[in-house]
């Protein structure tokens, strides 16, 4: 008689424990959609990536409609600096002119994008490539900022060039590619009245998609554990009135207000939750889905 390894038993009998716990969540989340905001180094990382492609698939199986929105910054910068194209920044976006907006369509649509969809259709699933400018997605307009000169305190409007923001998402495509189990992997790229291409944030444009998909969750994967407060400890969840006072009071700060307030919209833009998690965490998106208390920062509502 064979005998019975009682430690490989007993981690069997964990998964299985796993696996139950789960079921509410799959049954919660079945045919909704989820979009998540990929980037950072999850995206870098050759062993998180495929981790993060197997678990597209996994969501998908389970009957959940998981919508990818890619960034793509660091090698956007690699290939501009390759074809030595200079690049400067005014709050965190990139001044687009018209050689440095086919660049940064070549990279988000071109290599990132394949690479994305290539990784979720070799763990099994099946991903289709979009840009906002296919199927008409994401319909784009100029993003402006203004700046306040230090020394004559006069206000003036910055030219960004061919930086924009959605102006209109038509999600038929997605809901088209949903209902024949294929997953989308859309690259921030909008196309405007004119037919002009704009680059889009893509945090942004993942924000933009949910509201217009009527996503039950977005999901934001960053470079850190979630919002800290004044301590460094993780907030495991706050209201968009919570959130709102700790950018005025200083807490939230930095890179993470921009993501901070596109959690704040989407809410608003009436999804359930959106949620700040550390996508160097291995398998941080089932995590999020799949357990009690999740792994990020949850903002909610109320």
Not at 54 to 61: E, F, G, H, T, Y
Not at 69 to 86: T, W, Y
Request: charged content about 20%; hydrophobic content about 50%; some cysteine.
């Amino acid at each position: 008689m064979e005998s019975v390894d009682l430690n490989r038993h007993a981690k069997w009998l964990a998964k299985a424990d796993i696996l139950t716990d789960a079921l509410p969540f799959m049954r919660r989340y079945n045919g909704q959609s989820v979009v998540i905001k990929y980037g950072g180094h999850a995206m870098g990382d050759a062993e998180l990536a495929a981790e993060f492609a197997a678990d597209m698939v996994l969501i998908k199986q389970v009957g959940m409609h998981p919508v990818v929105v890619h960034g793509g910054g660091p090698q956007i910068g690699a290939m501009l600096e390759r074809l030595a194209i200079k690049s400067d920044f005014v709050d965190g976006l990139r001044i687009t002119d018209q050689a440095t907006v086919e660049i940064v369509e070549m990279v988000l649509a071109g290599s990132i994008n394949k690479a994305v969809v290539a990784a979720i259709n070799q763990a099994g699933g099946s991903a289709v490539g979009l840009s906002g400018k296919d199927a008409g997605l994401i319909q784009a307009r100029r993003l402006t900022r203004t700046s306040v000169d230090p020394d004559s305190q006069i206000e003036k409007v910055l030219d960004l060039g061919f930086v924009g923001e959605p102006a209109h998402v038509d999600v038929a495509i997605l809901k088209t590619l949903a209902e024949n189990r294929v997953i989308p992997v859309v690259a921030p790229i909008g196309l405007g009245a004119a037919g002009e291409t704009f680059n889009i944030n893509a945090d942004t444009a993942a924000g933009a998609v949910a509201v217009a998909d009527g996503a039950k969750r977005l999901l934001m994967l960053t470079d850190v554990a979630g919002v800290l407060d004044g301590d460094g400890n993780l907030i495991s969840e706050l209201s968009v009135g919570e959130a709102r006072a700790l950018i005025a009071d200083g807490t939230i700060k930095g890179g993470m207000i921009p993501k901070i307030e596109t959690c704040v919209a989407a809410v608003e833009g009436g999804i359930e939750a959106a949620v700040i998690l550390d996508g160097r965490v291995k398998h941080a998106v089932l995590l999020e889905m799949f357990t009690p208390h999740g792994v990020g920062t949850i903002i909610r509502g109320t």
